[in-house]
């Protein structure tokens, strides 16, 4: 059974750099066909999709952010990450790191992210 | 951006319903749509990928239909646990995109 966890600080201040990785166990990172995908949520609000990595480690972001988002794989440790710069108040969020092929399978808990000084 | 949108964005129906959600994309997706299911202080659970296919482990009452821009989630026949917020996703171009929701209430 495939599991994702979220990991990183809980406050960033504005304008600072927003880090999380996603640790993924259960099953090989590198192995079959998926990707590996970060969604945010707003409190209260909809489904945001950030971007996401191949096993090959292409990517795809969303345009929105696409200037201040960077997501990375680490196979030795069977991990992927995501970093959003220059953060603000908007970027206030419930981070999910996921996998996805046809649709998202499996999810994360969910890690909360304040941006506040 | 391919923009998804669900309707209703909230309904109320009784145990034993059968509700329908739509959402429609503003270009042709083929059938690359995913539905979800998200209730509160959860991540969302997948129900349906690729239009129709129902998600190993998920109950028959959920189905999935259509293609092209026009899609729709039916629950045949209401649970107590399916009072919760649906939203679909679009997998066919990039950047990919969810709809809006759909919260279902208990009536």
């Known amino acids: 059974q495939v599991q994702l966890q979220e990991s990183g600080p809980g406050l960033v201040k504005p304008s600072q750099t927003l880090s999380l990785t996603c640790t993924v166990s259960g099953g090989s990172i590198s192995s079959g066909s998926y990707y590996w995908s970060w969604i945010r949520q707003p409190a209260g609000k909809g489904l945001e999709w950030i971007g996401r990595?191949?096993?090959?480690?292409?990517?795809n972001y969303n345009p929105s952010l696409k200037s201040r988002v960077t997501i990375s794989v680490d196979t030795s440790k069977n991990q992927f990450s995501l970093k959003l710069s220059s953060v603000t108040a908007a970027d206030t969020a419930v981070y999910y790191c996921?996998?996805?092929?046809?649709?998202?399978?499996?999810w994360g808990q969910g890690t909360l992210v304040t941006v506040s000084s | 951006a391919i923009q998804l949108t669900q309707s209703p964005s909230s309904l109320s129906a009784s145990v034993g319903d059968r509700v329908t959600i739509t959402c429609r994309a503003s270009?042709?997706?083929?059938?690359?749509l995913a539905w979800y299911q998200q209730k509160p202080g959860k991540a969302p659970k997948l129900l349906i990928y690729?239009?129709?296919s129902l998600e190993s482990g998920v109950p028959s009452r959920f189905s999935g239909s259509g293609s092209g821009t026009d899609f729709t989630l039916t629950i045949s026949s209401l649970q107590p646990e399916d009072f919760a917020t649906y939203y679909c996703?679009?997998?066919?171009?990039?950047?990919?995109?969810f709809g809006g929701g759909t919260k279902v209430e208990i009536k």
């Open positions: 270009q042709g997706i083929s059938s690359a």
């Open positions: 690729d239009a129709s």
């Open positions: 996703q679009q997998f066919n171009n990039y950047p990919l995109t």
């Open positions: 990595i191949y096993t090959s480690g292409s990517t």
């Open positions: 996921a996998r996805d092929l046809l649709g998202i399978d499996y």
